[in-house]
């Protein structure tokens, strides 16, 4: 490790010895953040890989109806019965703190009827479609509040990993180097200014 | 619009949104890697002006169909995501799913963990 650019003097030791305990104070207490985010991040992945299983299956299941209902009907039909939907979806995002990271939490609010068109021109199939979609969606929300959940809690793991890292393995044996070489020299000065008293005095002596 | 109330938006070819903008999802047409970047911009940069120059997202989350969502750069997807808001969440399409959600959060996992650890 390198010792870093310093004098070797008295003070410069006490302000690197009080440097070390700052550091090791930080870094303790970035190593207990880090455990609790990654306690944390492992729950919300887990729940959310599970979920977002079951959602692939569903909205397939239901984007399958709806292939089925546009199948069955004319293109124009189809667009223009969904041309202006009459339902409306909005969303209530509060922001939790977590280990001062903030992760939003979503609730959905749904208002209207989605079956918004004239029954004449369109097949039962699409209104079955659209209720399989509106099935999945508040599944879909959950499923993106955990995964941005997750994401946000991996970002900051990782800074935080690497400033621990960063700590423990540079700062750190850095100081400690410094530390050690400036009371190496500091007791080296000492002894050397004893041997210069001692010759002296050996001299006046003879 | 209510104050605290956000809005929802999908970015994906005709026939696979069409579905979503029954229930009132904003959709947003995107046949492409360079239209669906586009969209993610306009819509990310959709603001709301709350009064006294404070402003905030419209949408909360933007759902992008995964054949799209491969062909967006990890740089793009960072400057999108750079906030805490909006949540840009990968959905399969019609032809099922490719796998690249799970891949998603496998990416999650090694750069939280520092390894992939699902296997």
Known sequence: ?206 | MNIDSYKIAIVGSKDQILGFKALGITATIANNGEEARSALFKLNNEIIKLGEGETRKKYAIIFILEDLATQITKEDYKKLTKEALPAIIPIPGIQGTKGYGLTRMKKMVEQAVGSDIFG
Not at chain 1, 134 to 145: F, K, M, N, R, Y
Not at chain 1, 152 to 175: F, G, I
Not at chain 1, 184 to 196: D, P
């Open chain 1, 1 to 206: 490790m390198a010792k870093l650019n310093v004098n070797p003097t008295r003070m410069e030791l006490l302000n690197l010895k009080k440097q070390i305990k700052t550091a090791q104070r930080g870094h303790k207490l970035l190593r207990d953040k880090q455990d609790g985010l990654m306690q944390k991040f492992m729950e919300i992945i887990r729940e959310a890989r599970d979920l977002r299983k079951k959602v692939e299956e569903k909205l397939q299941a239901a984007f399958k109806n709806f292939m089925q209902a546009s199948a069955m009907m004319y293109p124009e039909v189809l667009e223009n019965a969904l041309l202006y939907p009459s339902a409306e979806v909005s969303l209530e995002v509060e922001t939790k703190n977590v280990m001062s990271v903030h992760i939003p939490h979503f609730t959905l609010k749904q208002k209207g009827n989605i079956l918004n068109y004239g029954y004449l021109q369109t097949s039962g199939e699409l209104d079955m479609a659209l209720e399989a979609f509106q099935e999945v969606l508040p599944l879909l929300i959950q499923l993106a509040e955990i995964e941005r959940q997750a994401e946000r809690l991996a970002e900051e793991t990782e800074k935080t990993r690497r400033r621990v890292n960063a700590l423990e393995h540079m700062l750190l044996p850095n100081l400690e180097e410094t530390v050690k070489f400036i009371s190496m020299k500091l007791s080296e000065a000492e002894r050397s200014a004893i041997t210069g008293v001692m010759r002296i005095k050996a001299g006046m002596e003879d």
